[in-house]
């Protein structure tokens, strides 16, 4: 008779977070390492540091053997409700513009705002008009 795999949530895990009582999450499976603590090779502070949390990154990265993936069944518990873990936000990307020189500031500036510098201009023609009609 098959047995059922029992189903928990990340809060649940999360809640087994201290020395004696202490569960973990590899590859979507839920461990309850709590007999384990002692006899870590890496300490106990090192499986506190990953409970509440998706352990499988460090777990990875601390290149297991072949005999530890085998001992981790001992400590089986269930499967992780993949519903259960917090949405990861999208990250936007913006773009950085490139520092300009003052000059293309300058210029880009003046195209912007072509008016003002179109409106000095015609001032100053006109008041150079009306100058010499009045001499």
Not at 5 to 17: F, L, P, Q, R, W
Not at 34 to 48: A, F, Q, R, S
Not at 84 to 113: A, F, G, N, R
């Amino acid at each position: 008779m098959p047995t059922l795999t029992k189903i928990y949530s990340m809060e649940e895990v999360a809640a087994h977070n201290k020395q004696d009582d202490c569960w973990i999450v590899i590859d979507g499976k839920v461990y309850d390492v709590t007999p384990y603590m002692d006899e870590h090779p890496g300490g106990d502070d090192v499986l506190l540091a990953v409970t509440g949390k998706d352990a499988t990154d460090e777990f990875e990265d601390a290149g297991h053997s072949k005999t530890a993936r085998e001992l981790m069944e001992e400590y089986f518990i269930g499967e992780l409700d993949e519903a259960s873990l917090p949405e990861i936000p999208e990250l936007k990307i913006y773009k950085k513009e490139e520092p300009k020189d003052s000059v293309q500031k300058l210029v880009d500036l003046t195209k912007q705002y072509w008016l003002v510098p179109v409106s000095v201009i015609t001032i100053s023609v006109a008041v150079s008009v009306l100058f010499s009609r009045n001499k």
